[in-house]
């Protein structure tokens, strides 16, 4: 196999776990619509779901031989570490989504969760395929397509008051979020780094700025 095939190779297999990625777009959509208590339950039963599973696959080498040879082209190599026992993006997603649920007003989740799906996408199918220029710990390219699909996300997400300040703090996120997506590399998983990151630096901007607007969605289920 030549250089070139194995990173088409390569790229194919980010591309899949990318549009798997995308599927997690249906946690913001199904929160708008829902209770934060329900969203908790639910989410709560699919992170503990996927947590078995870890455990399973790494303290079974039957389950494990399995599960690796159903998921182990969507699994990078540092998330089949048998010594270190990472867990796998998935789990991650899980469990983002549920403490960002638990922790930050469903206003704040929406962006902060969607800006994870999109541009962590759009960061990784941009910056392995025109990655050149080195940007701290990844590439340049890749992050200002984080911080460009971002800004996107902020733009159509909803909002409280519809004020020009809102978005300026969406924007400031957004590249707060595209920072924190670049240095995760090897450190943390920007799973949780991405809306964490987004989601507090909105939350910390509306408790300064707008510390008597209750930060809650009209006609929605809270």
Known sequence: MT????????????????????????????????????????????TIFSLTIELWRYFSPKAGEIFYNLFGFLLREHEMDKKKKNLSGATYVFLSALLSVIIFPKVIFLTAFTILIIS????????????????????????????????????????????????????????????????SYGLADDNLTIPLTVGGVIWICYLIFYPNVPLILLNVPQ
């Open 3 to 46: 250089q070139t095939d194995h990173g088409t190779i390569q790229y194919r297999d980010e591309l899949i776990r990318k549009m798997i990625h995308l599927c997690s777009l249906s946690f913001p959509i199904i929160y708008y619509f829902i209770s934060r208590y329900d969203a908790i339950l639910i989410l709560s039963g699919f």
């Open 120 to 183: 962590d996408t759009s960061a990784a199918l941009i910056g392995r395929r025109y990655g050149k220029h080195q940007f701290l710990a990844k590439s340049l390219e890749g992050t200002i397509a984080f911080f460009v699909s971002a800004v996107i996300v902020v733009f159509v997400t909803p909002k409280i008051m519809y004020v020009p300040a809102e978005y300026l703090i969406g924007i400031l996120a957004a590249a707060l979020g595209a920072i924190a997506e670049n240095i």
